[in-house]
């Protein structure tokens, strides 16, 4: 496909279980992003990567979660013990380059993540 | 402590007429501004972006002003169609450092067109 792939589409999961949620970016594209959207929210950074590497994990909110990239391409957020606090919409985007303009960013169409 | 903002949730606006979408940073770092078209369970989807060095960029319908001075963007669809009801995002990316590639969003406005 030509876009952004996000898997899975829907996750239902206990609390205190662990979750991969799985991004295949556009061909290409050297920069990938992982954002999430909480109810009534707008996009939260979480980190992102250029090639294989992760400049910039600011945004993830605790140590349960982690991410990571091989081969330039597909990337993996993990999170670990799951809360309810968790469930949201994790959106993985991906760019040409990161930065300037051609930071412009090809989003998926997320993983609706749901803790219970 | 929200970066980019939005204070409108939402926009009703009738078709053929001028829809306006505001969005106020306070990062005087930002040098690059985007905004984002979004429907129900799709990923957001990129609309028109624009650079510090401009105040201006036009692109069909759609046209983005930047005042630098005021640290204020807006978007302009002039006209508006029912198609383009949707949520829309404010995204801001600052130059240089780690951060290079992150961007900032607003909380969204819903944007609904009446035929």
């Known amino acids: 496909g030509a876009g952004v792939s996000q898997s899975p589409s829907n996750k239902v999961t206990e609390k205190g279980k662990d979750v991969e949620l799985r991004c295949d970016p556009i061909?290409?594209?050297?920069?990938l992003y992982w954002y999430r959207q909480s109810l009534g929210q707008g996009l939260e950074f979480l980190i992102y990567?250029?090639?294989?590497?992760?400049?910039?994990k600011s945004g993830l909110p605790s140590d349960r979660f982690s991410a990571e990239r091989t081969g330039g391409s597909v990337s993996t957020l993990t999170i670990q013990r799951t809360q309810q606090e968790d469930s949201a919409v994790y959106l993985c985007?991906?760019?040409?380059?990161?930065?300037?303009?051609?930071?412009?960013?090809?989003f998926g169409a997320g993983t609706r993540l749901s803790v219970l | 402590d929200q970066q980019v903002k939005q204070n409108s949730p939402s926009l009703s606006v009738q078709e053929g007429r001028i829809s306006i979408l505001n969005c106020d940073y306070t990062?005087?770092?930002?040098?690059?501004f985007l905004w984002y078209k979004k429907y129900p369970a799709e990923g957001p989807t990129f609309l028109i972006s624009?650079?510090?060095?401009?105040d201006k960029n036009e692109d069909g319908r759609f046209t983005v002003f930047l005042n630098k001075s005021a640290k204020h963007l807006s978007l302009h669809i002039v006209p508006s169609q029912p198609g383009d009801s949707a949520v829309y995002f404010c995204?801001?990316?600052?130059?240089?450092?780690?951060?290079?590639?992150?961007?900032?969003f607003g909380q969204g406005t819903i944007l609904t067109v009446h035929p």
């Open positions: 990567f250029q090639g294989n590497s992760a400049p910039d």
């Open positions: 061909s290409g594209h050297t920069a």
């Open positions: 624009i650079s510090s060095i401009k």
């Open positions: 985007a991906s760019s040409f380059i990161a930065g300037g303009a051609k930071n412009i960013q090809y």
């Open positions: 990062n005087s770092m930002f040098d690059y």
């Open positions: 995204a801001a990316s600052a130059g240089g450092g780690t951060s290079y590639g992150k961007l900032t």
